[in-house]
Nanobody
Framework: QAQLMESGGGSVQAGGSLTLSCATS???????LGWFRQAPGKEREGIAY???????KYANSVKGRFTISSDNFKETLYLQMYKLIPEDTAMYYC????????????????WGQGTQVTVSS
C-alpha cells in the first residue's frame, strides 16, 4: 500500500524560504508526482509536478519561486520554496499516481497527510 509523508513545514516571515520533503513508499506505479496546497476556504490547488521524464510544470502562482525535484529513485520528493509571501500560507500535500499531465486519477492517486506552511508579513 502506498504511503506518503510530508515534512518540513513551519512558520516563516515573508521573503523567507522553506524546503518540504515527501517520503514515498509502497508505490509500485511509475507516475507523475506533484505538490498541492489548500488554504482555508479555498479549493485545493496543484502547484508543481514532476513527470517520469524529469519534466516539471508549475502553477503561475509559484513559477520562478518554487522548485520541485526528487532523488534518483523518486523515493523522496522535494519542494524548495523561495521568496515566500503570505498568500503561500496553506496546508501542503504531496501526491503520487497522477496522470502524466498532473491530474488526479480516482482510485490511483495517493496523498500524504499534509504539512502546514504559514508565512507572516
Amino acid at each position: 500500500q502506498a504511503q506518503l509523508m510530508e515534512s518540513g513545514g513551519g512558520s516563516v516571515q515573508a521573503g523567507g524560504s522553506l524546503t518540504l520533503s515527501c517520503a514515498t513508499s509502497g508505490y509500485k506505479y511509475s507516475s507523475t508526482l506533484g505538490w498541492f496546497r489548500q488554504a482555508p476556504g479555498k479549493e485545493r490547488e496543484g502547484i508543481a509536478y514532476l513527470d517520469n521524464d524529469g519534466n516539471t510544470k508549475y502553477a503561475n502562482s509559484v513559477k520562478g519561486r518554487f522548485t520541485i525535484s526528487s532523488d534518483n529513485f523518486k523515493e523522496t520528493l522535494y519542494l524548495q520554496m523561495y521568496k515566500l509571501i503570505p498568500e503561500d500560507t496553506a496546508m501542503y500535500y504531496c501526491a503520487a499516481g497522477l496522470s502524466r499531465e498532473g491530474r488526479v486519477v480516482p482510485g490511483l492517486t495517493a496523498w500524504g497527510q499534509g504539512t502546514q506552511v504559514t508565512v507572516s508579513s
